[in-house]
Each structure stands twice: as C-alpha cells, then as structure tokens.
C-alpha cells in the first residue's frame, strides 16, 4: 500500500499538469488572436491590399489587433469624411504629438494627404450597419454620400455640385470598429464627422465607445439634398442635441452655416471628467 500511493499520486499530478497545460495554450490562443477581441469588420471587409494602398504599404495594425502608431503619439483625432484632410491638415501637421485616423471611402483621396506614420487611412465608409454598400461619388466630391441625392429647388447650386457621376460599392463599418482599436492609454481627444446625411448614424455607431471622446465636430444637414428613411436619415438638430447630451456631452458652438440653416457644423464638449471616459 505505502508504494501504491505515491503511484497514484503520480498519475493524479499528471492529469492535472496535463490539464493546466491545455488550459493555459487554449487561453492564450485566444488572447492572442486579434479576432476574438475585435469586431472583425476592418479585417474582413477590408483587404489587407485595399489597407495598404491608403498607408503607402505601411502596415497599421500591430499584432495585437490595435492601431499601429509610431513613439511620440500621445493623442489621437478622428477624421471621419476627411477627403484631402480639408478640416484637420493644418491643426495636425503643427501637433507632433497627435496621432490621426482618417476615414474616407474615397480611394484617391490619400494620394493628397501628407506622408507620416501618425496618419492613419481607412479606406471606408462608416454607417449604423456594417456591410457593403452603394457610395455616391458626385460632381463636388466633398457632397459623396452612402445616400442617394434628391432634387434641390431652393438651392440649385448645391443642387448641381451634388449630383451623382458615379456609384461604387465600398466596404461600410461602424465608429466603434475604430475606436476599440485604438489603444486604451491614447486619449481621443478630437472626432470630427462629416458624411453628408448620416453623421448622426455615424456618432450612434460608437455604441459606449463614444465617451471616450473629449470634442465632437459634427455637421448636420438640415436641407433636403439626400434621401433616406428610418435608420438611414439625415438627423435633426434636435436629434443631435438630445443624442449626445444624454452620452454626456453639452453644446458648445456652432459656424459654417449654410442659407438657411441648411447645413451647420456644431461642437460638442465631453463633460465627464477624464478618469470617467
């Protein structure tokens, strides 16, 4: 009996060592896989090919699943509708430690923009739903939309500029897509969306995501020129304001103003302390 013990002792070690081993290999695949902690709409709907062009070959995602970005970034900006970065360029050119991903669906919209590690591309669109849809490239690329454009009596000039010339279809994600790849110790200091019609769909698309944000630069289309229906509308003022207030935001300003208020760029200022967001 006193050699049959150590024996099964023995055997009962080695099914428990046997055991923890395949534990500790099943969780640490799946801590590692970048797909088991990620939405994995950029990975599927976007070729790596597709990626690269936008980032000159660079490679943007680290082996974690997050942004790529290089030493020195401390901040990042959101640029969602960036076009040749008509909003942001100036301001993120003169701050070195600002890192920024710009989204635009667009593809020869990133031969304009300055080459640099910080500057993240996304050759995409963003929505309420992720998929692939139809993009409106119309004679003023800047008014290109998900939406599609409708007559505009009151305003014929911005009625010319926004009629379609071409449809592709480009790879459509949500902002939270986004914003959970971008590393919890960066702070998102600034976002700015300017998509033509679905901006509000666009910040709803952040989900909780969304308080991490310190300054929102929206537009909101008040006139007409896209159509759309439930989730896919243009939002209202009205919309706007009580949405992000109640994500704990409060209206700031506003400028930009179109004729009669049919289009105005508003900002919103996160009022959650920063150990909150």
Known sequence: MSRAFPARTRLALALILALAVAGIGCSSNEEGDPASRFHPG?????????????????????????????????????????????????????????GMIGVEPIIGAFEHWPNTARLIGLPIALSYERGEMDFHINVHELGSSLLETVPNKELPLADLANRTVEIRKVPVLRLEDVMERIPADLPIEYLKVDVQGLDLQVLKSAGDHIRRVEKIRTEVTNSEFYKGEGENRRGTEAEFDEYLVSHGFRFQREFGIGPGRAWVDKIYLNTRPPSER
């Open 42 to 98: 950029l990975t599927e709907l976007v070729s790596p090919e597709l990626l690269a062009s936008a980032n000159r070959g660079r490679e943007v995602l680290k082996p974690d699943g997050t942004f790529a970005f290089p030493k020195g970034v401390e901040r990042v900006w959101i640029d969602v509708g960036a076009h040749h970065l008509e909003t942001t360029r100036k301001g993120f050119l003169a701050e070195r430690s600002v």
